[in-house]
Every structure is written in structure tokens, then in C-alpha cells.
């Protein structure tokens, strides 16, 4: 069975996130999608907020029914061993994610040689979609509609009001 683990703070999920998902779906068995929870010192979303957008998120994705949402704290590597993980699943966007990508995906390696990290490019209209850029526009009131699922959209609204 094909275990991938999709990390990232997911602070909110995007389209973005949901783009790489779903394919994800269509390649692996199983799909562990995980809020690595010592990234950012403060998000904006705390850990149990994340946890429920993702998995409302899910219930319109075919195949979400084989995902699992989960936070962990520690090394990527050992959580990935701890979920029987055989893949690390990452999207890329841009020129700008690919040295960190890079990097990241090496010292994975050679930390644990049997996990492979598989990138996806991003979906064509989701190339300029983040996370940071999401939390920006919401910030100021700005219209995220399209970026985000309607109920992530809304949390923002509550958040920013
Ligand atoms: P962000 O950079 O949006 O805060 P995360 O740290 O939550 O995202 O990223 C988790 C993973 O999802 C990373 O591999 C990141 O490259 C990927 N990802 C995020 N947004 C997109 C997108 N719009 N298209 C493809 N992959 C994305």
C-alpha cells in the first residue's frame, strides 16, 4: 500500500493545498495530510481550527474518504516512519519554492533514505495561490473568494470582522 504524507502549516488551506490533495489522491493509497505544527510561531489559525478546515474541506474531493488529517511536532522523517509513510508529497509553484524544496528534500534523504519526496507542479490556476497571501488580502478585508473554499473564506471574515 502507497502511504504519502502531505505536510505544510496549511494556515489556512487553499485551493492550492486542495489542487495537490486531490491528485495526491489519485496516486497513493493513502494520504496523511499533516499541520507541521512547530513551523510558524504564530499562525493565525490555531492547530484544531486548521484541523476542521481541511477535513471540511475534503468532503467535496473524490477520494477524500482515504485521507487522514493529523498535526505532528518533531522531525518530518519520523513522523512519516510513525504514519508508514513511503512518500513525502510537496507542491511546487514557483522558481522561488524549489531551492528550499531542494534542500529540504535532500537532508529528508539522507535522514531517511527509504522515504521518497515526490513534487507536484501546481494546478495552473492555483500557481500564485498561498497561504501568506491569502492571510495579507483577508487582513484588509480583500476579496479571497476563489482562493480559498467558502467556509475557509467565512472563518476569515469572523477572524478580520
Ligand atoms: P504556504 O506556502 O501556502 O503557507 P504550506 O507551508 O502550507 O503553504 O505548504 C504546504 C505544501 O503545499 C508545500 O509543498 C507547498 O509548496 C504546497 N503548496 C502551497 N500552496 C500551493 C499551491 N498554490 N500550488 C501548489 N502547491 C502549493
Known amino acids: 500500500m502507497s502511504v504519502a504524507l502531505y505536510p505544510g502549516s496549511f494556515d489556512p488551506i487553499t485551493y492550492g493545498h486542495l489542487n495537490i490533495a486531490q491528485r495526491g489522491l489519485k496516486l497513493f493509497d493513502k494520504l496523511v495530510i499533516a499541520i507541521a505544527e512547530n513551523v510558524r510561531k504564530t499562525p493565525l489559525f490555531d492547530v484544531e481550527e486548521r484541523l476542521e478546515m481541511i477535513r471540511a ?19 518530518l522523517v519520523d513522523y512519516a516512519q510513525q504514519c508508514h509513510a513511503n512518500v513525502l508529497l510537496r507542491g511546487l509553484r514557483a522558481i522561488s519554492d524549489f ?39 483577508a487582513t484588509f478585508g480583500g476579496n479571497v473568494g476563489g482562493l480559498v473554499p467558502p467556509h475557509v473564506e467565512q472563518r476569515l471574515r469572523e477572524r478580520f470582522a
Not at 474541506?57 to 522531525?75: K, Y
Not at 534542500?103 to 500557481?127: D, I, K, S, Y
Open 99 to 137: 531551492e528550499f524544496e531542494f534542500q529540504m528534500a535532500h537532508m529528508n534523504r539522507r535522514l531517511a533514505p527509504g522515504v521518497e519526496t515526490v513534487f507536484m507542479m501546481t494546478g495552473e490556476e492555483q500557481f500564485y495561490v498561498s497561504s501568506q497571501m491569502v492571510r495579507e488580502i
Open 57 to 75: 474541506s475534503l468532503a467535496d474531493v473524490d477520494g477524500g474518504d482515504r485521507a487522514e488529517v493529523t498535526a505532528f511536532n518533531g522531525l
